[in-house]
Structures are given as C-alpha cells and as structure tokens.
Nanobody, 116 residues
Framework: QVQLMESGGGLVPAGGSLRLSCLASGSIPISSMQSMDWYRQAPGKQRELVASITRDGVTNYSDSVKGRFTISRDNAKDTVYLQMNSLKPEGTAVYYC????????WGQGTQVTVSS
C-alpha cells in the first residue's frame, strides 16, 4: 500500500508559477512504481492526465501543458514534483497525484486557482 499527499496548491495570477509536490509513504517506494502521474479535474469536467513519469524516467505531457509544465521525482525523498509555469486561467482545477503499480493509487488532491 502507498499513501500519496499533495501540497503546493494555491491562488496564482495568470502567467505565474507554482510547484506541486507529492509525498509518498507506505510500503511501496515511488522508484518501484510503473509510473507516477499528475491529473487535474476542473469543475464540471472529467479528470485528465497532465503529466507522467515512468520508472525509467520517461516523461509525457498533455498537449495543453507541454512546454510549460515539468514533472520530476526525487526517489530518495519519495517525492514527485510538478513545476507549472506560465499558468493560465483554464488551469484552475484540483490537481491529483497518482501512482501505478498493478493498481492505481490516488492522493486527495490540491486546489490550484489561476486568476485572470
């Protein structure tokens, strides 16, 4: 089992930056996860994949954030990060950390609000 806890959300003006963190605890280190991912869910919309990083360090991004967001991880700290730059109002959402190892684990989410 693994527990995921996000932090770093908040209110930021359009064009600003935030860094989200996801701390993993439990019996599964993030280094053994098949992938660690960031999702987001805006009000009235479906949850969508924003960024992912595989066990081998391969990263992928949705087209909407490519070039502005960077996912990274620190295995020694069991922490995954999402650096978000040039934020847009449509980026307002609850951001969720997720890990995949046979089953998908979820954090509780952290609110990001981008003001126009």
């Amino acid at each position: 089992q693994v527990q995921l806890m996000e932090s770093g959300g908040g209110l930021v003006p359009a064009g600003g930056s935030l860094r989200l963190s996801c701390l993993a605890s439990g019996s599964i280190p993030i280094s053994s996860m098949q992938s660690m991912d960031w999702y987001r869910q805006a009000p009235g919309k479906q949850r969508e994949l924003v960024a992912s990083i595989t066990r081998d360090g391969v990263t992928n991004y949705s087209d909407s954030v490519k070039g502005r967001f960077t996912i990274s991880r620190d295995n020694a700290k069991d922490t995954v990060y999402l650096q978000m730059n040039s934020l847009k109002p449509e980026g307002t959402a609850v951001y969720y950390c997720s890990g995949l190892k046979f089953i998908r684990y979820w954090g509780q989410g952290t609110q990001v609000t981008v003001s126009s």
